[in-house]
């Protein structure tokens, strides 16, 4: 069974700080990484991907893969109110993607 | 800018009876998603599309649940007997062939089963 595990919080910031989400995976053959966002009612949306490892940014958002670990996180700078939602982790090995259960992020203002 | 299309996008049935919803993915992707997901959980996959044929269904439960995807552009998914557990969030995604196959979803449809 190929695992994706996420904290599933709450994960409580301050306007203005950094968030930092955190998700490990079983399968040492995953080849891609996503971080898709979700907020309460709608479907995911796809915040990044990243395949190799160290670092990849986009905007307030930083994607960072560690595959000797394992690990891939996702950082939010300058976190937003309307950064308040669940945020999950999807691995891809083979033809399937594994999703982990999400975090959930609140942002307080 | 393309999207997944999904309708409709909230039903409401009763146990017992028969359920459809249908995707139209993004043009040009061949590769198709079905997931169910239960609140609080992530999605689960139910079936996967390459063009018409089917590459995963093993966690679809096939005594109600059938899907097809007959020219290898839209998708139904069908239920039938609705049970009170099926009531979910169902999901529909596509990607193209590449390095990523990153996925984009639908709106999805709300299932509410009485």
């Known amino acids: 069974q190929k695992e994706v595990e996420q904290n599933s919080g709450p994960l409580s910031v301050p306007e203005g700080a950094i968030a930092s989400l955190n998700c490990t995976y079983s399968d040492r053959g995953s080849q891609s990484f996503f971080w898709y966002r979700q907020y309460s009612g709608k479907s995911p949306e796809l915040i990044m991907f990243?395949?190799?490892?160290g670092d990849k940014e986009d905007g307030r958002f930083t994607a960072q893969l560690n595959k000797a670990s394992q690990y891939v996180s996702l950082l939010i700078r300058d976190s937003q109110p309307s950064d308040s939602a669940t945020y999950l982790c999807a691995v891809k090995g083979g033809n399937q993607f594994y999703f982990g259960t999400g975090t959930s992020l609140t942002v307080i203002p | 800018e393309a999207e997944v299309a999904q309708s409709p996008r909230y039903k409401i049935t009763e146990k017992s009876q028969a359920v459809a919803f249908w995707c139209d993915p993004i043009s040009g992707h061949a590769t198709l998603y079905w997931y169910r997901q239960i609140l609080g959980q992530g999605p689960e996959l139910l079936v996967q599309?390459?063009?018409?044929?089917?590459?995963?269904d093993s966690q679809l439960p096939k005594d109600r649940f059938s899907a097809e995807r007959l020219k290898g552009v839209d998708s139904t998914l069908k239920i039938q007997p609705a049970e009170l557990g099926d009531s979910a969030m169902y999901l529909c995604?596509?990607?193209?062939?590449?390095?990523?196959?990153?996925?984009?979803f639908g709106p999805g449809t709300r299932l509410t089963v009485l």
């Open positions: 990243i395949y190799s490892n």
């Open positions: 599309f390459q063009d018409e044929s089917v590459v995963d």
């Open positions: 995604a596509s990607s193209s062939r590449g390095l990523t196959d990153t996925q984009y």
